[in-house]
């Protein structure tokens, strides 16, 4: 599976980057991962305003595996952009590990996108004419490992969604379920803290679906990497053990998934793990 | 860091080879122009120089004091005609020693009189000045030690005085000395220093000393090197002996001086140097051009490339580690170009040099100062666009498409 799947080694022993890189996105002890408070969302001005999010309250711990759902247009990719540290809110706080997020410098941004984020795009946002495995290689690279280890982790992260021998082609020469596969691999290489995943199995059938359901889980499970997904599919949503329900622009409400779905799916034994039950 | 970008700059200019080779065109045009031009201007420069060479440069010219011209100091010896014959005798790589001394007159001839300078000297003149005579003959041997009235006049003498009529055998008054006419030397033309060549009239030393002058005194000696001999080597042989001859101490500075044609050789090399130089100046403004070029380019490219941009950010890419890939994209780009135009240069001016006949010299110097402007042209004029594109915000520069 995953290359540290097998080393058992943590993501934090094997995470690549300078100690000050690191010390720029560490934690403030006790609090929960992901924390937003009254985020707001508004494109647009006047009476052209597009309120995409109204007021979005919600905490993620450690651990945890969360599933959004809602109808089209709801907001879930905007919020999911808010968590990934690629737009800011129009209004409300965002705290990730306790640390101010709307206070930090761009380049405070982008260090923890690089260190404790893995993104996957709606649009799966693979660089064109570029091969699979140098897309994947990608955020390695600023992550400046040698460029053995490089491609040696790129390797094992596409032979864990199943594209070996795929390497060499660009996105043009791949299908589009084999491209989200790719951005996938892409958000997982770099071992992150949080994936997350905007419909990661929305171009993929059923069988494949639950192949990357499993694999996201196994993450979850064995390493304590957080996920949050968007899906539009109750079973991929069963995988979670929280599904948030947004409804224009507001979370309309919590759930645990529906544990006999989720079961028949898994073949696990509950399904759906507490917070916290990963290594962290 | 350096290392990954150039990794990414690679990879970026290998997926658009031709548009890259376009790209770099005006760099290559530009420094291969600065090159070519500097290449062939130096080999011209050479070419004058030889030409000089071997025109008179074998000409030395000795005179008394330290300075040439007017401002000789007026305390130094004159040489002798001993002087003369010692220079002849002991020095064997001279061709020819000619004395001279000069005298301003007016010549008169019936009713027309022009004013010349009348230079005593024998026929060793004739050799060390290249002169050769359009008609009549050369002194004889009696009338040099006699010192005869006779006289060799120039084409410009013999055009006032005589216009289009033979002067040979005739009678020109120089003050109260009546002066038979023996030869006509062969016109030069305007020389290069702006000084009529063939305004002179030419007697022997010795008729000059006694009978317009009244001493004996040589003011000035021409010497000819044998060709193939070395004239540095000559002028310290001659140095050396005149030292002796005037009795100048081995820690006393010269009284006389020895010239030869290498400073108005350098005079001239000068004006091509100039002329080089504004040759260069005018092809690197096609370096600018080719500069602009790039920049044109690399701001095209970010624009088309905005969407890239955004992932890089996304996964993590800071906003100078953007800046330096497309920087250095910029700077592999135009030192590449450099490097074509280096090659392009070369090829192009042997090509030129062989059939311009001008000698092909390589300046390693221009090479390496052009190869560093191309490097820096990329620096300069990707500037802009790198910032441009580390300056993109993440989420505008995903949607873009
Ligand atoms: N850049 C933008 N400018 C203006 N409006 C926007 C922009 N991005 C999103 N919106 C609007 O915000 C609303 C929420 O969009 P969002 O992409 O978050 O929906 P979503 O829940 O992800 O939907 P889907 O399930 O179809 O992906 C939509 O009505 C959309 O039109
Ligand atoms: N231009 C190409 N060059 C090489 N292989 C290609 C090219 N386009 C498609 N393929 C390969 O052909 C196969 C079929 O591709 P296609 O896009 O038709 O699949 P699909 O049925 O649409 O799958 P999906 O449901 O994932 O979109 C895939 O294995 C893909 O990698
Ligand atoms: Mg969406
Ligand atoms: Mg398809």
Same mark, same amino acid.
């Given at each position: ?26 934690a ?5 991962l ?99 495995l ?11 490992l ?135 | 860091?350096?290392? =990954?970008?150039l $990794?990414? %700059?690679? &990879? ?5 080879? /031709? +548009? ?6 005006? !760099? ?24 000089i ?12 004091g ?16 001993a002087?003369?014959t ?32 009348v ?10 000045? =290249?002169?050769? $005579?359009? %008609?009549? &003959? ?5 009338e /040099? +030690? ?6 060799? !006049? ?27 006419i023996?030869g006509?030397?062969?016109d ?31 003011d ?8 193939g ?43 091509t ?51 330096l ?34 000698p ?42």
């Amino acid at each position: 599976m995953h290359p540290e799947a097998t080393t058992g080694a943590g993501p934090a022993a094997q995470r690549a980057g300078t100690d000050a890189e690191h010390r720029a996105v560490a934690a403030a002890p006790g609090s929960p991962l992901i924390e937003l408070r009254g985020v707001t969302k508004v494109y647009g001005s006047g009476s052209a305003a597009m309120h995409a999010l109204r007021g979005i309250d919600l905490t993620i711990g450690a651990g945890e595996m969360v599933a959004v759902m809602g109808p089209s247009g709801s907001g879930k990719s905007t919020a999911m952009n808010i968590l990934g540290c690629l737009d800011t809110p129009s209004a409300g706080s965002y705290r990730f590990r306790g640390l101010d997020v709307d206070a930090m410098s761009r380049d405070q941004r982008a260090l923890l996108r690089r260190h404790a984020l893995g993104f996957v795009f709606q649009g799966f946002n693979l660089l064109a004419r570029t091969t699979a495995l140098e897309n994947v290689e990608l955020p390695l690279i600023y992550h400046r490992l040698p460029a053995a280890e490089r491609r040696g982790r790129a390797r094992a992260a596409l032979a864990a969604v199943g594209l070996t021998g795929w390497e060499q082609h660009t996105p043009a020469e791949l299908s589009g379920g084999q491209q989200q596969r790719v951005a996938i691999a892409r958000a997982l290489v770099t071992d992150p803290d949080v994936v997350l995943a905007d419909e990661p199995t929305g171009n993929l059938d059923s069988a494949r679906s639950r192949e990357i359901m499993d694999l996201l889980r196994a993450m979850n499970r064995e390493h304590g990497i957080t996920v949050v997904m968007i899906t539009h599919e109750p079973d991929m949503a069963a995988y979670a053990g929280r599904i948030v329900h947004f409804l224009d622009g507001l979370v309309a409400c919590e759930a645990a998934p529906v544990a006999d779905s989720a079961a028949a799916h898994a073949g696990a034994d509950t399904g759906a793990p507490a917070p916290g039950t990963g290594r962290r | 860091m350096l290392g =990954n970008s150039l $990794l990414l %700059a690679i &990879r970026e200019i290998r997926r658009n080879v /031709l +548009r890259s080779f376009l790209t770099i065109l005006g !760099i290559v045009i530009g420094v291969a122009a600065v090159i070519v031009m500097v290449t062939l201007g130096q080999g011209a420069t050479a070419q004058v120089k030889t030409q000089i060479e071997s025109l008179g440069s074998n000409l030395l010219i000795v005179r008394p004091g330290q300075r040439m011209g007017p401002g000789m100091s007026a305390d130094a010896a004159r040489f002798t005609l001993a002087d003369v014959t010692a220079l002849r005798r002991e020095v064997p790589s001279l061709a020819a020693v000619a004395p001279g001394t000069s005298q301003s007159m007016t010549a008169i001839v019936g009713n027309e009189n022009w004013s010349t300078t009348v230079t005593g000297t024998d026929n060793a003149y004739l050799l060390a000045r =290249n002169w050769t $005579l359009a %008609a009549g &003959r050369a002194f004889k041997d009696g009338e /040099l +030690r006699a010192g005869k009235a006779v006289c060799i !006049i120039g084409a410009t003498v013999r055009k006032e005085l005589f216009g289009a009529q033979n002067p040979i055998d005739q009678r020109v008054r120089l003050k109260n000395l009546s002066c038979e006419i023996v030869g006509l030397l062969q016109d030069k033309g305007q020389s290069s220093m702006g000084m009529d060549q063939d305004d002179l009239v030419l007697m022997p030393i010795r008729t000059v000393q006694r009978r317009i002058k009244g001493d004996q005194d040589v003011d000035v000696i021409y010497l000819s090197v044998r060709a193939g001999r070395s004239m540095d080597r000559t002028i310290a042989d001659v140095e050396r002996l005149l030292r002796e001859r005037r009795h100048i101490g081995p820690f006393d500075e010269d009284d006389f001086s020895v010239r030869d044609m290498r400073e108005i050789t350098n005079m001239l090399a000068g004006t091509t140097t100039v002329l080089t130089s504004l040759l260069g100046a005018v092809a690197s403004v096609s370096l600018l051009v080719g500069g602009i070029g790039i920049m044109n380019i690399m701001l095209v490219s970010v624009t088309e490339r905005t969407r890239e941009i955004g992932i890089r950010l996304a996964i993590g890419a800071r906003e100078d580690e953007v800046l330096l890939q497309f920087l250095v994209e910029a700077v592999v780009l135009s030192s590449f170009g450099g490097l074509l135009g280096i090659l392009l240069a070369l090829g192009t001016s042997l090509l030129l040099a062989g059939m311009l006949g001008v000698p092909f010299i390589l300046d390693g110097g221009i090479i390496a100062l052009a190869f560093l402007f191309s490097a820096a042209v990329g620096i300069v004029f990707g500037w802009v666009p790198a910032r441009r594109a580390a300056r993109l915000d993440p989420i505008e520069a995903l949607r873009h498409e």
